[in-house]
T-cell receptor, first 118, second 108 residues
């Protein structure tokens, strides 16, 4: 298994440009999510999906769009890039386990995309 | 989700046990305690999780107090490769909220 893959590894954009960060997983995971990590900070959730055709907003969704047409892919679209979106973007996927009424998961993270917006 | 409190940094001698504490005094009954780590600028890596009982796997042990208000991650024999930021997260759903974590420095 390749696990969670992200492309590109690095990207430089000019303010106002749009682009799509790609994320794919080959583990048949239901859940996928996008996080951003600013320098010296923890990760913050942007958007997530609990299955194909279902997405929801996380902590910092403004300026980003997502869609989930297949189980494997979860692209993140920057509509009009701004310098404040300079960050490292991580994609993650997981199963959802249910036991005795409790749910938990183990998230697998991709290697990240380092985005700079000038 | 319950918030967690971790020391910002810790040092550990190579070969010794690293004990990383986490306070989560507002944890709810159905919230799990998760530990992840992030080595340098790589994607976070899952370590272990638990609900009520202590847990052990090939990477670490997780000790949860009886009242579930705090926990300790134990790396039994720390190596230089364990130098990383360790995140303690409590959550009941599917998506994680990361705090600042503890930066563990393993020294020779």
């Amino acid at each position: 298994n390749a696990g969670v893959t992200q492309t590109p590894k690095f990207q430089v954009l000019k303010t106002g440009q749009s682009m799509t960060l790609q994320c794919a997983q080959d583990m048949n995971h239901e859940y996928m999510s996008w996080y951003r990590q600013d320098p010296g900070m923890g990760l913050r959730l942007i958007h997530y999906s609990v299955g194909a055709g279902i997405t929801d907003q996380g902590e910092v969704p403004n300026g980003y769009n997502v869609s989930r047409s297949t189980t494997e892919d979860f692209p993140l679209r920057l509509l009009s890039a701004a310098p404040s979106q300079t960050s490292v973007y991580f994609c993650a996927s997981s199963y959802r386990f249910l036991t005795s009424g409790y749910s938990y998961n183990e998230q697998f993270f991709g290697p990240g995309t380092r985005l700079t917006v000038l | 989700d319950a918030k967690t409190t971790q020391p910002p940094s810790m040092d550990c001698a190579e070969g010794r046990a690293a004990n990383l504490p986490c306070n989560h005094s507002t944890i709810s009954g159905n919230e799990y305690v998760y530990w992840y780590r992030q080595i340098h600028s790589q994607g976070p890596q899952y370590i272990i999780h638990g609900l009520k009982n202590n847990e052990t796997n090939e990477m670490a042990s997780l000790i949860i107090t009886e009242d579930r208000k705090s926990s300790t991650l134990i790396l039994p024999h720390a190596t230089l490769r364990d130098t990383a930021v360790y995140y303690c997260i409590v959550h009941a759903g599917n998506m994680l909220t990361f705090g600042g974590g503890t930066r563990l420095m393993v020294k020779p």
